[in-house]
DNA sequence: TAGAGATATTAGCATGTGCTTATATATCTG
DNA sequence: CAGATATATAAGCACATGCTAATATCTCTA
């Protein structure tokens, strides 16, 4: 399996649970706490936490501690890469 | 949930499996039939047919049957009209 | 430094998922 | 129609995964 083989499938395994796709979309609107992603999304902290763990060693999101709290937000340089690498795949497919 | 929320997360439940993606990756070098794919893929061939129920029900797939073998290929329209949703999404994020 | 607030980690459990084996369905050919 | 080939479906099992409850870690402030 290549290097983006393998980056495309921890984003579609990040995606593909509905949990942390509502968490990616809440991002997606701008960065936030542990805190806030738990009011947001209807999960208990620890459930947030372990998937923002998920989601951070898949590179999609990025952390960054100020004071108590941890901010988190989309990596979107990176998602944007592998979307275009993803889209290029396919446009380049041999057709039928 | 929305309908594209909900598209975004079977193609991602799709990727997010590692012999998923790789039936992906050999039809987006042409379309196959069930039994070619099993020799790619090395899984059994009931192990392909039910993946390929999964992609098709996610509409990733489009099936054919001529005579006694059917042909799947990637329904690449619709993949690309996701890709693109996405990345528009990411785009237009609230930056940090 | 003690306590409070925010987040992370761990262990355990219940459910979902992917695979296998067995069987069914469909299509062709003699 | 009978057998062969290709594919689909069903049942069962082992394992992965997501969640909860409990606890640990980190950081601020009095």
Redo the contacts between chains.
Sequence with gaps: ?TDL?KK???????????SR?RII?AL????KTVGELVKIVHLTQPAVSQHLKTLKTSNLVIDERRGQEVYY??D?PY??GL??S??T???N??K?
């Design positions: 399996m083989c495309i499938n921890e984003f579609g395994r990040a995606m593909g649970n509905a796709y979309e997606l609107k701008g960065e937000s989309v979107a998602i944007l979307l275009k993803l889209t795949d396919v446009r497919r041999k039928t």
